[in-house]
């Protein structure tokens, strides 16, 4: 499987961007997708899970500004990311499991991993 990330870039604090990663290859195997994020200098962090049946899960601070959503039919995954401030500075990747979604959001498993895409908020 691989997992091709695109629509990172720059924007202006409070700004919006939506991210979207396309999946390839023997996708049948994947359950369970989902965003991550790592700073410089900073763990990676989960920002969201999703399972090919639509339930979506979210990390704590990412309520409400950003939405996780999946085109099962076009094998891509999005993130709807609103009301950026700089503190959401970061690489961006997507993730694919064969996993369930809890073990995916819980113990961060995955199987497949993206290159990732640049977002960057200025202030």
């Known amino acids: 499987v691989q997992l091709v990330e695109s629509g990172g870039g720059l924007v202006q604090t409070g700004g919006s961007l939506r991210l979207s990663c396309a999946a390839s290859?023997?996708?049948?195997?994947?359950?369970?997708m989902g965003w991550y994020r790592q700073a410089p200098g900073k763990e990676r962090e989960m920002i969201a899970a999703?399972?090919?049946?639509?339930?979506?899960y979210y990390g704590d601070s990412m309520k409400g500004r950003f939405t996780i959503s999946r085109d099962n039919a076009k094998n891509t995954l999005y993130l709807q990311m609103n009301s950026l401030s700089p503190e959401d500075t970061a690489m961006y990747y997507c993730?694919?499991?064969?996993?369930?979604?809890?073990?995916?959001?819980?113990?961060?498993?995955?199987?497949?991993w993206g290159q990732g895409t640049q977002v960057t908020v200025s202030s």
């Open positions: 993730a694919a499991c064969k996993c369930y979604i809890a073990t995916m959001f819980e113990r961060g498993d995955y199987d497949y």
């Open positions: 290859g023997s996708i049948f195997s994947i359950n369970a």
């Open positions: 999703i399972s090919s049946g639509g339930a979506a």
